[in-house]
């Protein structure tokens, strides 16, 4: 694996940091410039949606994986935003490149892209969470319409998203993973009721939502009629890989890392504590792991060959390490680790608080830990599948 750059892309790289530093003033923070600014900037100059089309609304560069890859190490390195993310941006616009429509791309990518549409996720429902495909949302095509009833749990930004991408059962006969249907609708469509629930963060970050005679377009389906398990698969492709970014990890360590040299145990640094140290060490040892594991996928990729089980441990390794990374702040701040809500002792604006909660419910969502390591020791492995219990 050679992991020299070439001229051009070591050029490249001077670009991407003097547009950083010459614009870092308007990246979006607290209290600071508009996100949605930041975001047309990026794609503007081609930083964010780099190698979208421009048709659609991105900037239309020709794909190079190690230009796309210098832009998230130096952004991740000044430790400001790479541009917006979520569930639209991050995996349906990819999603809708491979399987959409004409008109879907160039209906639903340009506003994705700009932030001016979001998405969530119509997939988990009570009794269909890591068992995705026994979900029982239903989809009957009645005239040009599909009439959609059902439940969806678990989901996402429902309350602040404009539209959804949902995964309904259309064939109730077929084979379970056979006979879903994937679909895209407003949120203000008749018929949907959405329920907020208040996860430990204090925070309404998910919701249950009903649907009850939802009226859809026919039109409005992703791929053919009952193969959306495949487009289901793709989508969950891309979210297991936004999950576990190990150039954002590698900046929250380098951030830990300074706040323990500020933040005081008996009087001196807490980076003077052996204990603490030792701690932070081992999680940045595991991140610069991860990171080479990035930069095997990246080589796989540029060589188009197939990653293996190295991709399939990213989802792992990464939610799992980023929980225990903000663990470990929360440890450092003593007792202001305590501390939750507007103080001025907050450190970080609250973040290592948040992110310590909320990557704990990452660890289960997208495919639980469990889940990962059947997928590694089955598909990667070859080992032999879990055993099940036989029908009653």
């Known amino acids: 694996m050679d992991l020299s750059y070439s001229a051009e892309h070591e050029d490249f790289r001077r670009q ?42 991105g900037y ?37 490149l491979e399987m959409g429509t004409e008109e879907q791309k160039v209906q639903f990518i340009g506003p994705t892209l700009r932030g001016e549409m979001l998405w969530c996720q119509g997939y988990s429902e009570p009794n269909a969470g890591s068992d995705l495909a026994s979900l029982a949302t239903k989809g009957e095509l009645v005239g040009e319409e599909w009439v959609i009833n059902g439940q969806k749990i678990w989901t996402s930004t429902a309350h602040l998203a404009h539209w959804m991408f949902c995964l309904v059962r259309t064939e109730p006969d077929a084979a379970k993973h056979e006979g879903i249907s994937f679909l895209l609708f407003s949120m203000e469509t008749p018929g949907i009721e959405i329920r907020p629930l208040v996860d430990m963060t204090g925070a309404a970050n998910f919701n249950e939502v009903f649907f009850t005679d939802v009226r859809v377009p026919q039109h409005q389906i992703v791929g053919r009629r009952g193969q959306g398990w495949q487009v289901a698969n793709s989508i969950l492709r891309h979210e297991r890989g936004s999950l576990a970014d190990p150039n954002t990890m ?13 933040e005081t145990l008996d009087g001196r640094p807490v980076m003077d504590n052996p204990i603490y140290r030792d701690r932070l060490m081992q999680i940045q040892g595991r991140v ?21 089980v190295a991709a399939m441990v990213v989802k792992l390794q990464g939610t799992e390490l980023r929980h225990e990374l903000e663990a470990l702040a929360i440890d450092v701040l003593g007792e202001l680790g305590l501390l939750y809500g507007d103080t001025p002792r907050l450190r970080g604006h609250g973040s290592w608080q948040r992110d310590y909660m909320y990557f704990l419910g990452l660890i289960i969502g997208g495919g639980t830990s469990q889940i990962q390591k059947n997928i590694i020791a089955e598909r990667g492995l070859g080992m032999p599948r879990e055993a099940k219990l036989a029908s009653a």
């Open 16 to 57: 991407t940091v003097a547009f950083i530093e010459a614009n870092r003033h308007l990246a979006p923070r607290p209290g600071g410039p508009s996100a949605l600014a930041w975001q047309a900037l990026l794609i503007e100059n081609g930083y964010a949606a780099r190698t979208i089309p421009k048709a659609y609304g």
């Open 60 to 96: 239309g560069a020709e794909p190079d994986i190690l230009k796309s890859r210098i832009i998230a190490e130096e952004f991740a390195r000044a430790q400001i935003s790479p541009g917006m993310g979520g569930q639209g941006i991050s995996m349906l616009v990819p999603t809708l």
């Open 250 to 262: 590698l900046s929250r360590v380098n951030a830990l890392a300074d706040m323990m040299k500020t």
């Open 288 to 308: 610069l792991a991860m990171r080479c594991n990035d930069l095997r996928l990246l080589s796989a990729a540029v060589n188009r060959q197939n990653p293996g």
